[in-house]
C-alpha cells in the first residue's frame, strides 16, 4: 500500500514537471513569435502567470488536503482507542469487583482481546494476553483472596503503564515526564489499593 502511494506520488510529481515545462516553452515560443504584435507580449504573459498561479494553489490546496484528511483519520483513530481502553478498564472492573468469578467472566476478558485488535498497540496488545493469562492462572478457584488481588492488581497496573504509553507517551515525552516515575506512581497507587482492599477483607 505504502509503495504504491508513493509510486503515485512520482507519477503525479513528474506529471507536474512535465507540464511546467512544456506550458513554459510554450508560453515561451508564443512570446517569441508576438514580438511585432501589440499587447500581444503582455497577454502572453498574463496567461502565464495566470496559468502558474492556478498550479501553484492547486497543489498547495492538494497538500493542505491531504494534511487535514491524515490529522482527521489520526484524531479518528486515537478516539477509537480511548473508547476501547476506557471500556476494557471498566469491564475489568466489572469482573474483578466481584466476590466470585465465572468462567463466563474470563471468558468475556478473553473475547475482548479481539476489540482490542482492532486499535490496540502491539505492546498493549501483548501486555493484555499476559493480563488474562495471569488472572486463569492465579484465579483457580474462581475468588479472589488478598495473594491473587496483589498479583492481579499489579499485572492491571502494567497494563495501564502501557495503555498510557500508547495514549499519551508522546505528550509525556514533549513535556519531559520521566517514564520511570510515572510507572513508579501507577504501580504505588495498585499497592495501595491492594493494601485498602486486603484491610477490608480482613474485617
Known amino acids: 500500500m505504502k509503495l504504491s502511494h508513493t509510486i503515485y506520488k512520482i507519477v503525479l510529481l ?12 510554450l508560453l515561451r515560443y508564443e512570446y517569441k513569435i508576438t514580438d511585432e504584435m501589440p499587447f500581444a507580449q503582455e497577454v502572453v504573459l498574463i ?5 502558474m498561479t492556478v498550479l501553484i494553489t492547486a497543489l498547495l490546496l492538494n497538500k493542505q488536503t491531504e494534511v487535514e484528511l491524515k490529522k482527521e483519520q489520526s484524531v479518528r483513530y486515537m478516539e477509537l482507542k480511548s473508547q476501547l481502553y476506557l471500556s476494557i478498564i471498566d469491564d475489568i472492573e466489572k469482573v474483578l469487583g466481584k466476590a466470585e468469578l465465572s468462567q463466563m467472566d474470563l471468558l468475556h476478558l478473553e473475547f475482548f482481546s479481539h476489540r482490542l485488535a482492532i486499535a490496540a498497540s502491539p505492546s498493549v496488545l501483548e501486555e493484555y494476553g499476559r ?8 484465579v483457580s478457584d474462581m475468588t479472589l ?4 488481588s496483589d498479583i492481579i492488581s499489579r499485572a492491571l497496573a502494567r497494563l495501564t503503564i502501557h495503555i498510557r504509553e500508547d495514549l499519551i507517551g508522546q505528550n509525556d515525552r514533549e513535556n519531559h515526564i520521566d517514564p520511570d516515575q510515572l510507572n513508579s506512581r501507577i504501580l504505588s497507587n495498585a499497592n495501595q489499593a491492594i493494601v485498602k482492599f486486603n484491610y477490608t477483607t480482613s474485617q
Open 145 to 148: 483472596n488478598s495473594i491473587e
Open 47 to 51: 496567461v502565464m502567470g495566470t496559468l
Open 14 to 25: 513528474l506529471l507536474t514537471a512535465i507540464i511546467i515545462i512544456g506550458g513554459y516553452l
Open 131 to 138: 493480563f488474562v493469562s495471569e488472572i486463569s492462572s492465579t
